[in-house]
T-cell receptor, first 111, second 113 residues
Framework: SQTIHQWPATLVQPVGSPLSLECTVE??????LYWYRQAAGRGLQLLFY??????ISSEVPQNLSASRPQDRQFILSSKKLLLSDSGFYLC??????????FGQGTRLTVV | AQSVSQHNHHVILSEAASLELGCNYS??????LFWYVQYPGQHFQLLLK??????LVKGIKGFEAEFIKSKFSFNLRKPSVQWSDTAEYFC???????????FGSGTKLNVKP
């Protein structure tokens, strides 16, 4: 199974509030995990990448952070949301480079 | 820096027209190449992928892509599009000196019935 659970599906948060988006995956152990943001005209922007527990690489400087407390859990966080953090966030995993699988995504609106 | 370029941001075609969407990448070494499609309101779906071998790759729904190493390109083609092909198409790369999936900015395809 390549199932990726991502929640919530939609979220409306005020500026300055914290954020926590959770992603859990099923299937093989030690997956490579990703957080992407999808914005119109910009495709899928890679935000964070993790090859294992506690191992996070950040692709772009931003107001967000990621953590991987367990092998199959990947969390996207922010201490204080900005308006510019609005977007569609996708969690993904890959099968050692052979294919990427995506969660259903979270539509975040910061108001 | 690594990059994947999709030059066509929005393409409008009539049914039965031929399609070619461009994709170029800027990595050295061995790369794996992919095309994904996102139909309105749906998940990303893999159309096809190239790892090695025959540079002309056939995927689902009549799509194909050709890897031209000298041009760092992996263009997507379909001889005759249908209205149901209306979607956004993303080129992706991994491999080389990295092991992450990088995606292009996407191409929105509208097929007029």
């Amino acid at each position: 199974s390549q199932t990726i659970h991502q929640w919530p599906a939609t979220l409306v948060q005020p500026v300055g509030s914290p954020l926590s988006l959770e992603c859990t995956v099923e299937g093989t152990s030690n997956p490579n995990l990703y957080w992407y943001r999808q914005a119109a005209g910009r495709g899928l922007q890679l935000l964070f990448y993790s090859v294992g527990i506690g191992q996070i690489s950040s692709e772009v400087p931003q107001n967000l952070s990621a953590s991987r407390p367990q092998d199959r859990q990947f969390i996207l966080s922010s201490k204080k949301l900005l308006l510019s953090d609005s977007g569609f966030y996708l969690c993904a995993r890959d099968s050692r480079g052979t294919e990427a699988f995506f969660g259903q995504g979270t539509r975040l609106t910061v108001v | 820096a690594q990059s994947v370029s999709q030059h066509n941001h929005h393409v409008i075609l009539s049914e039965a027209a031929s399609l070619e969407l461009g994709c170029n990448y800027s990595y050295g070494g061995t790369v794996n190449l992919f095309w994904y499609v996102q139909y309105p309101g749906q998940h990303f779906q893999l159309l096809l992928k190239y790892f090695s071998g025959d540079p002309l790759v056939k995927g689902i729904k009549g799509f194909e892509a050709e890897f031209i190493k000298s041009k760092f390109s992996f263009n997507l083609r379909k001889p005759s599009v249908q209205w149901s092909d209306t979607a956004e198409y993303f080129c992706a790369v991994n491999g080389g000196n990295f092991n992450k999936f990088y995606f292009g900015s996407g191409t929105k395809l509208n097929v007029k019935p």
